[in-house]
């Protein structure tokens, strides 16, 4: 709410400004200011009443409602594009397997309801099982909206992490079902919906699709007459309650999930928080444990921040490690999705070649949202480091397709993205879908909501040998 009044009160005031400069040349003793004021200040006012009108009804200008001829236009479009563009789409597919698809939807067209159609072709592109290769079904064009909640599979059951202000009340809860299915059979449904390398990717992002509505009504979960979803949340009792969510508008929803203020808003107190947890929205930053005598390295986008290059930080951040008594360093690249390629092989040289490259005092935490170009940091350091993974399977192995493309759709205005390239970062026979652990541990629903971080508590317990590095113990 805070987002869409500020939003309001910005148009707003520019308009107003606007309208008063109009006003003082409708007062103007000069004719030709009159008219152009009058004639501006009309003009305004009409397109103020046409934005607020596209503000609430903003689908009728990305997609008007369709008729089969277009869909099959479209569908058309996204089956000869597919193969065409992508480096090797029958990678992980038969051709035979993606062609049955294909007909199968181009039969049900006449049959589907819209929403059933766009789910059809998000499936379509899912069945490459290339997490580069997606068609979102919360997009514009679809105009789809999401529950202003979050979910998360922790490793004993779902549950909901956030919500807006209306439901704060349900965080903390176990979901067991959603709509007519239980939660793991939702999951078992939209699983062939989610464009992914792997298992982990899906449970990445599988949690946005059960929580759009119009997901649920098109796979027969929730039912497409009420403008509610019915949650079955059970409480830290068991006993088990229902709650009737109601949807936001996906930009409303995407603002209040991705924050893209909070870097200069207040920022909360997170010295509670777990490290993982902290400071998210910076792309790397580091802490010394001095008890521990321990380096904590979050690396979150593998991307330059304005203020130091990720090549100065990585020396900064070595060179600290060398003047300090370390005993180990930390990479945490849990909430890493990816960025750019190309700037972080300075850093892994020079890592290669400092007294921490040895087993014992390098780690790197992995996780399900490790992805793309996280992925291919995790790759140099598996071929050039002795680093030992912790945490869950990454998103993907260290040979997968990326750099997507995007296409739009012409008659549907459906935003899909198809990868470009293939990314060969270990040998030309590694089948790998993931980077795996070489110590697995997931987060329980209890170390989340308690603030604790069994993943790093558990390096910081590892044994270690007699001698720190850069000092004596």
Known sequence: MSFVIGLGLIIAGLMLGVVS??????????????????VGGTFVVLFGALLVFFSVHYRLVVQPRLGIDE????????????????????????????????????????SDSESQIEMSMVRLVALLQDGHS??????PATGFHMLPIQLYRFSDGWYITEASPRYQYLVGQRVMRIGAKSVEEVYAILHPFVGADNESTVKDRIPLYMICP?????????????????????????????????????????????????????????????????????????????????????????????GETFETFGTRLLAFCRAHPVDRLIIDIRNNSGGDNTIFRPFIRDLAQ????????????????????????????????????????????????????????PQSKLVVFL??????WGDAADARRAHEPALEISISHTDYFANRDPVLESILHQSLGPTAIGGTR
């Open 419 to 424: 990868a470009s390239r293939y990314h060969q």
């Open 71 to 110: 869909w099959r236009q479209d569908l058309a479009i996204l089956g000869a594009t597919i193969p065409r563009d992508h480096p090797n789409a029958f990678a992980h597919i038969s051709r035979e397997q993606f062609n049955r698809e294909f007909s199968d939807i181009k039969t049900q067209l006449a």
């Open 134 to 139: 997606t068609l979102f079904p919360f997009q």
């Open 21 to 38: 400069a109009l006003l003082a040349l409708a007062r103007s003793r000069r004719l030709m200011f009159r008219i152009g004021g009058l």
């Open 214 to 306: 119009e997901v649920l009504q098109a796979e027969g979960i929730s039912p497409s007459a009420t403008n509610t979803v019915v949650f079955i949340v059970a409480g830290p009792n068991g006993n088990a309650s229902d709650a009737n969510i109601e949807p936001v508008g996906l930009v409303r929803y995407l603002y209040w999930y991705f924050q893209p203020l909070q870097a200069w808003k207040h920022k909360p107190n997170e010295s509670t928080l777990p490290l993982y947890r902290q400071q998210t929205w910076q792309n790397y930053w580091f802490r010394y444990l001095g008890s521990e005598r321990t380096v904590y390295f979050a690396f979150n986008q593998v991307r330059d921040d304005s």
């Open 354 to 409: 400092s007294p921490l490259n040895q087993r014992g005092r390098l780690y790197t935490i992995i996780g399900r949202h490790t992805f793309s170009a996280a992925v291919n940091f995790t790759s140099a350091l598996e071929r050039e480091t002795q680093t030992l993974f912790v945490g869950e399977p990454a998103g993907a192995g260290p040979n997968h397709f990326g750099d997507p493309h995007k296409y739009i759709l």
